[in-house]
């Protein structure tokens, strides 16, 4: 029996003074119940009390004083979404949740959970958590898209917990999709981590756990959750030897990455996936930290009845993160720039992103030259390389060259911390200025004014 059962069996026929009790049932949370109550026909006026006035007169007052409640509740719910820039789409979104301990009563978050929660400090869910939660505990199929750093791997693990109630022999009933080995890691930690004293098994898909027999997928009646990526997941699939036919919970991770240009070939990944995921039963959310067009679009084409949660502008910086467009001329003018930076001192770590990897070893040369601390991250180093490239953040200067895209800069303000970015653009980036620019713009951060100005491409 859900909380509304239980209302519903105490409150039938009950008469509920809403000019007295209204504003004590917008404390209590318990008007969106009421009004479903009413709109059912379970909540009247006492019948005396409906006799003696006749019954269309006290239902019409009723009913005005539930339209007028209602409203207040709605203006309520969008003054939050606004707060939080929580921008949804679709039919039918559940309220978005304003702390961890509404999931106790609302949606029977196991207690152990939010101890979870609690005991690693996380206390107040982030905006993206505020709605994505809720509707995933409604099994709503969704597209999340949230900067990065913003809380996203939470936002769909407690929603998985939730549903799974409790360990079972049934096969894997939640499966999640990263791009990369290192997110399928942060992810079963995570997992691993809220999951303590409740006893599920979370496993996760990699060479290293078949190695140690960790996860054998011939027996993953011993499995309630899996996390893999894509390529391992299909690999597996081709060869019969996985059975997904008892997922109930299906979430591809950075979903944007996945559909990337150039690896188109994840769409049939993804569609071989959600075949083999066959029991009716199953529920489907992306989340990304971009709003691309085309996984939008796919989720319209694929997702049943979509709801889309946008935290933010689309495709916009982080807010944590103070942006700046600097003018260095020429290609050279970079060198110098980094140079002055570091010169004028600043707080380490820094990481400079670089559009090929020729780049990265050129620039890495010259700082090397100059006596600064600095390492190099990039496809073509191994694992171990890139793990060994660690930073303290002492006062030694630490400079890390990596190879990525535009907003990921987001990445040095992760979780409400503050960071710097510096954009450099030459004479030849200029056609590419006025949208740089404008995402700035968004993130509240200064921008000179030609800059918005300058004509706008269209590719
Ligand atoms: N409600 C919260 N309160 C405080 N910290 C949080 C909360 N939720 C998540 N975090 C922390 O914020 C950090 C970033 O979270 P997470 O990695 O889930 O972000 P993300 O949106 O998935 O980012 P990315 O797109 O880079 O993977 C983590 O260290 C996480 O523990």
């Keep these: ?12 026929g009950a008469k509920f003074d809403f000019k007295r009790f209204g504003k004590d049932a917008e404390r209590f949370k318990v008007m969106q119940m009421l009004s479903r109550m009413f709109t059912e026909g379970i909540l009247w006026t006492s019948s005396a009390d409906r006799k003696s006035r006749g019954l269309k007169e006290g239902r019409d007052r009723d009913k005005t004083s539930m339209k007028r409640l209602q409203h207040l509740h709605q203006e309520k719910v969008n003054r939050v979404r606004t707060q939080h820039r929580i921008n949804v789409h679709g039919c039918d979104v559940p309220d978005p949740v304003c702390t961890f301990s509404e999931l106790l009563s609302e949606y029977d978050l196991n207690p152990r959970v939010l101890q979870n929660l609690s005991a690693a400090g996380l206390t107040v869910p982030t905006p993206i958590q505020m709605q994505a939660i809720p509707l995933m505990m409604h099994g709503r199929e969704l597209l999340a898209c949230a900067p990065t750093g913003s809380g996203k791997t939470l936002a769909f693990c407690l929603p998985l917990l939730t549903h799974l109630k409790q360990p079972a022999n049934l096969g894997i009933r939640a499966l999640v999709i990263s791009p990369t080995r290192e997110l399928a890691s942060q992810t079963h930690r995570e997992l691993v981590r809220l999951s303590e004293g409740v ?15 960790k996860y054998v997928p011939s027996s993953n009646k011993k499995s309630d959750i899996l996390i893999s990526t894509p390529n391992r997941l299909v690999y597996l699939l081709k060869q019969d030897a996985l059975d997904l036919s008892s997922v109930e919970w299906l979430v591809v991770d950075e979903s944007d990455k996945l559909f990337e240009d150039g690896r188109s070939g994840f769409r049939d990944q993804l569609a071989a996936v959600f ?16 709003c691309a067009p085309d996984v939008e679009q796919w989720c319209r084409l694929n997702l049943d009845n979509l709801v889309s949660v ?10 944590t993160v103070e942006q700046e467009l600097l003018f260095v001329g020429t290609e050279n003018g970079k060198l110098l720039a980094v140079r002055d930076i570091i010169k004028k001192g600043f707080l380490p770590p820094m990481l400079v992103f670089v559009q090929s990897i020729d780049r990265a070893r050129e620039l890495f040369h010259e700082l090397v030259y100059e006596g600064i601390n600095v390492d190099i991250i990039h496809a073509d180093r191994t694992q171990q390389q890139a793990r060994a490239c660690k930073l303290p953040t002492s006062s030694v200067c630490n400079v890390v060259l990596s190879i990525f895209v535009y907003l990921i800069l987001g990445r040095t303000g992760r979780a409400g911390r ?18 740089i620019a404008n995402v700035i713009k968004q993130a509240g ?12 491409i269209h590719r």
Excluded: W
């Design 310 to 319: 946008n935290i933010g502008h689309r495709n916009s910086a982080v807010e």
């Design 445 to 456: 951060c200064p921008v000179p004014g030609y800059m918005v100005g300058f004509k706008k």
């Design 199 to 213: 006893g599920f098994r979370v496993h996760i898909l990699d060479k290293a756990s078949m190695a140690a027999k």
């Design 1 to 12: 029996m859900d909380a509304f059962d239980l209302f519903r069996k105490l409150g039938a």
């Design 418 to 435: 503050t960071g710097r970015a510096v954009t450099f653009f030459t004479e030849e980036d200029k056609p590419l200025l006025r949208s």
């Design 275 to 290: 075949q083999a995921c066959s029991s009716p039963r199953v529920r489907r959310a992306l989340y990304s930290a971009t």
